[in-house]
C-alpha cells in the first residue's frame, strides 16, 4: 500500500493510461469470445490501435511541442509503404512475429528520416506558416506515392516514375507498387493484440519522454521560446527530437494499418485523414495524452455506430464538431459556464457538499 | 508558341487562384484565422450557378449574381454563428470550427445534390481568339477569366485603399484594439471582410467550373487548399501578395504539368512553396515581424 501512496503523480497518471487500453483489450478479448461483436466491429478493432497511436503521436507535436502539423497522414503513408514493401520482399518469409516486428521498425525508421527531413524547415517557421508546408508535405508524399513503379528482382530494387515496363524487371521479378493502384495481393498480417502492444509502447515513450528532462524542455519552448532560449535550451535539438518521434510512431501506425488490408494506395492518406487525426487530439484536449486514447476511441466507432442515419451521419459529425468547440473555447460560453456553476454551488446541495469536503479535509 | 499558349492557360488558372487566394487572405489579415471552409462556399456558388442556369433556366449573368448574393449571405451567417463566438479563443480551436463547418457545407451538399458529379455548362459564349494565323487559340473561358481576375484585383485595391470602409479593414488588420479606439466598428468590419469574400468565391467557383466543367461536393477542396497555399506563397495577410502567389502558382502548375509530369504537378506546386519559405520564411510579399522580449 505504501508503495503505491509513494508513487510520483505522474506515473500514477501514466499507469492509469495503461490500465484503461489493457482492461479495454480485455473487455474486447472477453466480448469477441463470447460472439458479441460482429465481423463488422471486430474490423474496427485495429485501425482503432492505429488511430490511438496517431493521435497520442500527433499529440506530441501540436500539444506538448505546440507546432500545428497538417501533414501527420504523410508520415503514415511513407512508414505504411516501407513497412508494406519491405513485407512483401521478405517479411511473409519470416516468422510472422519476427517479420512484423520488423516491418513496423522499418516503418517507423523511414518515417522518422522523413520527419527530420521536414524537422529542418520547422526550425524556421512558425505558426500558420508551419502549418502549411506540413500540408504541403503531406501532399507532395501523396503525389509521389501515386506515381512511383517499385519492382524487386534478383538484383535487387527496381524504381520508376513512368510505368511498370519502365522499370526493366528480370523474369524473377515482380512489380511491388504499381503507381496509382499501389500494393496488392498482401497478407494480412495486423491484430488486435498487435496493435495494443504498439499501443502501449507509444504510450510508454511518449508518456516517458514527457515527464523527462527533454519532455519539459519541449514544453518550456512551447509556452516560451524565447525564454527557453535564454535559459540555454538546445531549441534546434529538442524540436527536432519531437518531430521525430511523432513522425516515427506515425508511420508504425502506417505500417500496422497497411497490413490490416491486402490492399494499399496512397490516396488513402490524404489531406483529410491529417485533419481527423487532429480533430481526434483537439477534441481530446491538447496536451492531454488520455484525452486523445478516448477521443480517437470514440470518435472512430461513433460514425460507424451512426451508421443506420446514413447521410446524415457526417452532418451529425460536423454539428457535433462545431457545437464542442464553441462549448468548450469561447469566452463568452466558458465566462457564463463559471457563472452557472458558481450559482449552484452557491445554493442548496451542492453547498452543503461543499461544506462536509472542506470540513472532512480539515480533519 | 505553344510555350506561349501553357503560359495564357496558367496566367488564366492563377487569376482563379488569385480570387480564392484574396478571400483567405482578407479574412487571415482581419480575423486572424485560415477559414478552411472558403474552399466549400466556391462549390456551393457552383452549384446555385449550376441549378439556376440548368434546372431554373435563368439567364447566366442573373444566375451569377443570385449566387453572389446567396454566397455572401452564407458567409455573414457562418461567421456570425460559427466564428464569432470564438473570437478570443485559441487559433487553433478556431481552425477545427472552420474544418467542421467545411464538413457541414460538404454533407449538406451531399444532402441536397447528392454526390454524382454533374457537368457544369460554360457561362461563357465568346468566341475562342485565334492569334499568329491559328497558332495560338486562346478560348473563351480564359479571356474572361484573366479580364473578370484583373477586374476585381484592381476594384479591390481601390476599395481597400481609397475608400473609408477599405481603410477600416487595414486598420482592424493592424491592431483591433486602436481601430475600436478610433470608433471603427470592428464586428461590422469583420463582417463585411467575410461578405466581400464569399462574393468572391462565387465569382471563383463559375470561372472554374466553367474551365473544369466537373460539380460534385468536394470539387471546392483542392482549389481551396491551392489558394491557401497560394496566399501563403505571396506573404498571408497581404493583398498584393495574394495576387502574385495566385498567379505564380497556376504558371507553375500548368507548365509543370505540360513539360515535366502530369501526376507530379501538384507536388512540384507543393515543393516550390516550401522553397520559397526556406528562403523567405514570410511569403514572397510578406512582412517581417520581429519578436518583442
Known sequence: ?363 | MEFLSYLINGISLGSVYAIIALGYTMVYGIAKMLNFAHGDVIMVGSYLVFIGINQMGIPPLVAIIISMVACTLLGIIIERFAYKPLRGASSLAVLITAIGVSYLLQNLALLFWGSDPKSFTSVVTIPPLKLANGQLVISGETIVTIVTSTVIMIGLMLFVNRTKVGNAMLAVSEDKGAAQLMGINVNYTIALTFAIGSALAAVAGVLLCSAYPTLQPTTGAMPGIKAFTAAVFGGIGSIPGAMLGGVLLGIIEILSKAYISTQLADAIVFAVLIVVLLVRPTGLLGKKINEKV
Open chain 1, 1 to 363: 500500500m505504501n508503495a503505491i501512496k509513494n508513487l510520483k503523480p505522474s506515473t500514477c497518471n501514466n499507469l492509469i493510461n495503461y490500465g484503461m487500453v489493457l482492461v479495454f483489450y480485455i473487455v474486447v478479448q472477453i466480448l469477441v469470445n463470447a460472439g458479441v461483436l460482429n465481423n463488422s466491429m471486430q474490423g474496427m478493432l485495429v485501425p482503432i490501435c492505429t488511430y490511438v497511436v496517431l493521435a497520442v503521436s500527433l499529440n506530441l507535436t501540436v500539444g506538448i511541442l505546440g507546432e500545428l502539423s497538417l501533414g501527420h497522414a504523410g508520415f503514415m503513408s511513407v512508414g505504411a509503404f516501407s513497412g508494406a514493401i519491405f513485407w512483401m520482399i521478405s517479411g511473409s518469409q519470416m516468422s510472422p512475429v519476427v517479420g512484423f516486428t520488423l516491418a513496423i521498425m522499418i516503418g517507423g525508421i523511414f518515417a522518422g528520416i522523413f520527419g527530420a527531413l521536414i524537422g529542418i524547415p520547422v526550425l524556421r517557421l512558425r505558426g500558420d506558416y508551419l502549418a502549411i508546408v506540413t500540408l504541403a508535405f503531406g501532399e507532395i508524399i501523396k503525389n509521389l506515392l501515386n506515381a512511383i513503379y517499385v519492382g524487386w528482382d534478383s538484383n535487387g530494387f527496381h524504381f520508376s516514375m513512368k510505368d511498370v515496363s519502365a522499370l526493366g524487371l528480370d523474369e524473377s521479378g515482380e512489380v511491388i507498387v504499381n503507381g496509382a493502384i499501389g500494393i496488392t495481393g498482401m497478407p494480412k498480417a495486423s491484430t488486435f493484440t498487435a496493435g495494443t502492444i504498439l499501443v502501449i509502447i507509444t504510450l510508454f515513450v511518449i508518456l516517458n519522454l514527457i515527464t523527462s528532462r527533454a519532455g519539459r524542455a519541449i514544453m518550456s519552448i512551447r509556452d516560451n521560446r524565447i525564454a527557453a532560449e535564454a535559459t540555454g535550451i538546445n531549441i534546434t535539438k529538442y524540436k527536432l527530437m519531437a518531430f521525430i518521434i511523432s513522425a516515427s510512431f506515425a508511420g508504425m501506425a502506417g505500417v500496422l494499418y497497411a497490413l490490416n488490408f491486402s490492399t494499399l494506395a496512397a490516396k488513402k492518406f490524404d489531406y483529410n485523414t491529417s485533419i481527423l487525426v487532429l480533430v481526434f487530439v483537439v477534441l481530446g484536449g491538447i496536451g492531454n495524452i488520455r484525452g486523445s486514447i478516448i477521443a480517437a476511441t470514440v470518435l472512430y466507432v461513433l460514425p460507424e455506430l451512426l451508421r443506420e442515419l446514413q447521410d446524415y451521419r457526417m452532418l451529425i459529425y460536423a454539428v457535433v464538431l462545431i457545437a464542442m468547440m464553441i462549448f468548450n473555447q469561447s469566452p463568452q460560453v466558458l465566462a457564463w459556464r463559471s457563472n452557472f456553476v458558481s450559482k449552484i454551488s452557491r445554493s442548496g446541495i451542492a453547498a452543503r457538499f461543499i461544506k462536509q469536503k472542506r470540513q472532512s479535509e480539515e480533519v
